[in-house]
């Protein structure tokens, strides 16, 4: 009795002087929620809203509550940089999380320097974090590690000519460009490079020509949304032999969903949210991957993406930062997040540092193979 | 050799659907005047509905049919609603309105379905047949038969049926049509019916092969509408020819030159043609009314 | 027969304002200055009223769009010709600035070659695109807009590809320090787009009352009535596209230095559809329109954000109802109530 009424007068008094205790954390997001880039954005924006409740229900970070801000600027640049601006200067956040597309990412970027506010972007190319920028971090793993993996893969069952065919999107293209860049180094050869546009229907006529290639020998296919589907059913329909590769961007059961039987056999690096029953034991991936599927599969009825899982993790950074920091500053948490160390996440462990701003390494990629319709890890 | 005959398979497979579209532009603008923007969207409706119901357990010769019944019931809502009214509106303002109702129906499409790419399986199964070292999948002769059939059923309908003839003479003149006893009222629901009708079916028979999601109206509307101007507006052969074109000239383009410029290649052969024949492959010769 | 003949509609709200105008111009102000200083003093008002820099973002941009549609209004409202191609030629400019610089060519010079290249290039496809009319001009200039999108998504050396790329260079900040002035760079791009709108504006409407301007409305009426009447019909309609596509640069090249970063989105089919849009939701008869239009579409979005789900159908259904009840446009609607309310 007189415990509640002691904490009840606390409150109150909490309630007159606006305690910090009851303030709120407010952390911002732009997200391509709909338009070209919603299988991103969709995710993304699901993670976030259920992970902010989970949070909050836990009594939020350092005891007070965190609120979301989050905005749709539909992929377009010119939006993203209205909605940061509006985030930073009238909702007054300490953080953004967002940018599902390159495009967005980097027209949001420069903002984050002139506010001094941390940015943690769910976008996929290597120009966001090279050069590094003082505030801009990210947490999906680069196109061109996904090409180094690749083309690792290839060379060791001993083949080196690869035949490229891209999404001319900025997923696809941006990939394509850091494929060829690392080919030589990889030990690969490029000796055919076709692309397709994101919603064509038929990629016959770019496979044959890939398929008549002298001396092809496996094929690499960055892209994503539906134009990787289509290539693998056109892959199979051509009865195609050669081994073929399809990209970290379409890494989900979607992809399989949409591709069919065609899907068998093929290849792609992803991250371990895709296995979550293979992973051994003392793998400290298991327990973040185990859980964000647990919530995810109970809040929304389906299985999270590969996607979501960039959110997952970003979300996660940014708590870790601020409960680290122990303070509402933004450079204080942007420091904080600096020093991020050993973070397991669902997308692999982070490690930042001044000169890493993504902090991951092509240990947490895992080549998968597509087999009777399930994720199957390579043996390396 | 074989590589030729792929291209062409590919070409014709495309094409189809692109004509298919282009025939509903063409009956619409036949009876009405109005190139609809909104066209695309017909073909999402088909789709989406059609994958919606058979991903519900519906048989697909029941799930088929419902979808063009859907695709048809928001052809005539979108004629009460939104042209009807601005019949007499100038052409820039019937484009953003097509354009406008294009957007909504975008809209709506996202909240009654999902924002996930969609898929169900060929009407007689994915197995590819090989033809002279070539390969069609059988759903892509659904697909060319549907647009055949279309077309036929067009030429038949506008000139050897009362009220496809009702539809014709309601273009060319609706006051004189009214006149001599057309219910021209009548006309205009049939004809954006069809047209619904028809661009649904699109849908329904292509989605095994491209898929189909919310957003990817737009640029089914863009070929479709690249297709009949190519072709010839108010036309059904040049929809048919049109779209058969466009879908070659990309399949070629991406198997002997460059697929980076596929579609490029067709817009250019588009303005090539406008600039030496103002009126399209197959269009009458316009002139001009003083 | 909706959809066959020209446009009809605006032009009679295009005489009311001629008619207006009229009696101005035998006042010490001239029409164009007149119009240039209701910009003005907007672009002030404005200013007043912004609470944050966030405000004055979306102030940029709608001048910046208001600038970009003057354009249309000269080409849709004056002579009655759509364009669904647009957004090509802002991309023009807006790419030329971005690209130019790192060639070591300076900002302003870039911005320039933006647009003359943008001009020109509407000189070059101009006469035999102007030959067509209706459906077949607005997919000619469809078809254009799409080759110059192409172009710079696939030429990913030169424009970064579809991803975009940063437009390094001036930041309007550093001209208002010369002066002494220390703004914030949203609130000097704010003033400078302003500007920029207020002068096309001016510009505009001084064009309308030009014996060019008149030739250009009686080509609106009937091609044929102009001819009769000794109008160079294709050389005048040219020289419109030409002024059009330079408006649309000049606003690219803007938005490019203003973003800091450009896609190749901004010369995509939507953003075309939605230069047209605000130019006929406002009215294409007058520059009020292209501004009314401009604020709205620039506006709404960020006001639909709390229905983000419902956002697409919110503006479509404002574009089909705008267009049944408001046919020549928001601005003639209201003038022609308010003088009937007067009468």
Redesign the interface.
Known sequence: MTRQAVAAGVSALALLTGAPALAEIKIGASLAVTGPAAFLGDPEAKTLEMLVEELNANGGINGEEVELVLYDDGADPNKARTFATRLIEEDEVVAVIGGSSTGTTMAMAPLFADYEIPFISLAGAVVIIDPVQEFVFKTPHTDRMACEKIFADITSRGMTKVGLISGTGGFGASMREQCLDVAESSGVEIVADESYGGSDSDMTPQLTNIASTDGIEAIVNPGFGQGPAVVTRNYAQLGLDMPLYQSHGVASDEFIKLAGDAANGIRLPATPLLIPDQLAEDDVQRQPVQDYIAAYEEAYGEKPSTFGGYAYDAFHLLVDAIERAGSTDPVEIRDALEATEELAGVTGVYTFSPEDHMGLDLSAFRILEIEDGGWKPVEE | MS?LL??L???I??GA?YAAIALGFTLI?NA????NFAQGEFVVIGGMTAAALIGAGVPVWIAAPLAVIAGMLVGVLLYR??IK?????????????T??????????M??VFD???H?Y?GFSG?A?LRVGGA?I?PQSLWIVGGSIAVFAFLAWFLNRTRAGRGIKAT?S??MAAALVGINTGRAMNLSFALSAAIGALAGVL?TP???T?Y??G??MA?KG??AT?LGG?GSPLGALAGGLLIGLIE??T??YIS??????SA??V??LV??LR???LFGAR?T??? | MAGQGTTTAPQESGREMQARTEPARRRVIGPGLRTFLIFAVLVGLGALIFPSSYFYRVGTLVWINTLAVTGIVVLLGYVGLVSLGHAGFFAIGAYATAILPNYGIPSPLAMLAGVALAGLLALAVGRPILKLSGYYLAIATLGLGMLIWMVLSKEAWLTGGPDGMVVSGMNARNLFKMVGLKLKSAEAWYWVAGFAAAIGAAIAVNLAGSPSGRALRAIHDSDVAARSLGVDVAKAKSRAFVISALYAAVAGALLALANGYITPETGGFMHSVEMVTMAVLGGASSVFGALVGALILTALPQVLTVFADYEHMVLGGIMVLTMIAMRRGLVPFIVDLWNRRKS
């Open positions: 590589e792929q291209f398979v590919s070409g497979t495309v659907i603008y009405s005047g109005v190139v609603l939104a009214p601005a019949r007499e509106a100038p052409l820039v303002s019937l484009i953003i309105i354009i406008g109702a294009s957007i909504f129906l975008r809209g709506a996202q909240a924002k996930q790419i898929r399986d994915d590819p390969t999948l273009a003149n609706r292509a092969v491209t898929f999601s957003d990817v737009v640029l863009l509408f690249s101007m507006v399949a070629l991406a198997g697929s980076d410029y596929k579609d490029a817009f250019i588009i303005l406008l600039f103002p009126q399209g316009i001009e009314r003083v």
